[in-house]
Each structure stands twice: as C-alpha cells, then as structure tokens.
Nanobody
Framework: QVQVAESGGGLVQAGGSLRLSCVAS????????IEWYRQAPGQQRDLIAT???????NYVDSVKGRFTISRNNDKNTVYLQMNSLKPEDTAVYYC????????????????WGQGTLVTVSS
C-alpha cells in the first residue's frame, strides 16, 4: 500500500510564491509517478504536474514556467514550487501516487492525499 500526504497550502497575494510538499509512505518502490492535481470551487479536479520514477516532469500549459515539480528521494517527498501565483490558481491541491504492486497478483492504483488549500488574493 502507498499513502501520500500534502502540506504547505495557505493564503498568498497575487505574484507571491508557495511550496507544497507531498510525503509518500508505504510501498515506495511501487510508485511509478507522483502527480499534482488541483480542484477549484465548482470545478473538476485537473492534473497540473507530474514527475515519473525516472525523473521526467510534465506540466499543463497554464502552470508551465511558473510551477516546478521536484523530488527529494531521501525524504520520499515531492515538492511543487509555485511562483507568480494568480487568483485563478486558487484551489485545493492534491498529490497522488500512481503505483503498481507485484505480488501474487498485480495491483495498480492511485493513492490520494487529503488536499491542501491554496488561496491567492488579488
């Protein structure tokens, strides 16, 4: 089993920065990728950034150049550095671990954190 937990959300003015953290625990070696999603009020949950086991990163266009995903393998932690924040970045941010466990059967899944609220004031 894999568990993840986010932290680092808060209130920031437009143009400011925040760094979110996602700590993974459990079957770390089974994680294929860590993903950051966000969900604004009344909206669907959207994928915004990913980092694969191999270190490949991807970003949605709306955050490219402003957000950076990175990881510290020693701490089992993935970070989302968010710069030049805009009011439209206001959302609950979730991290998720995409994993595959090989035992008697193959179990693939996605473990979600509880979310952390980011509010950007204008």
């Amino acid at each position: 089993q894999v568990q993840v937990a986010e932290s680092g959300g808060g209130l920031v003015q437009a143009g400011g920065s925040l760094r979110l953290s996602c700590v993974a625990s459990g079957s770390i070696s089974s994680i294929n990728a860590i993903e950051w999603y966000r969900q604004a009020p009344g909206q669907q949950r959207d994928l915004i950034a990913t980092v694969s086991k191999q270190g490949t990163t991807n970003y949605v266009d709306s955050v490219k150049g402003r957000f950076t995903i990175s990881r510290n393998n020693d701490k089992n932690t993935v970070y989302l550095q968010m710069n030049s924040l805009k009011p439209e970045d206001t959302a609950v941010y979730y991290c998720a671990a995409d994993y595959t466990e090989y035992a008697d059967t193959i179990v693939a899944g996605r473990a979600w954190g509880q979310g952390t609220l980011v509010t950007v004031s204008s």
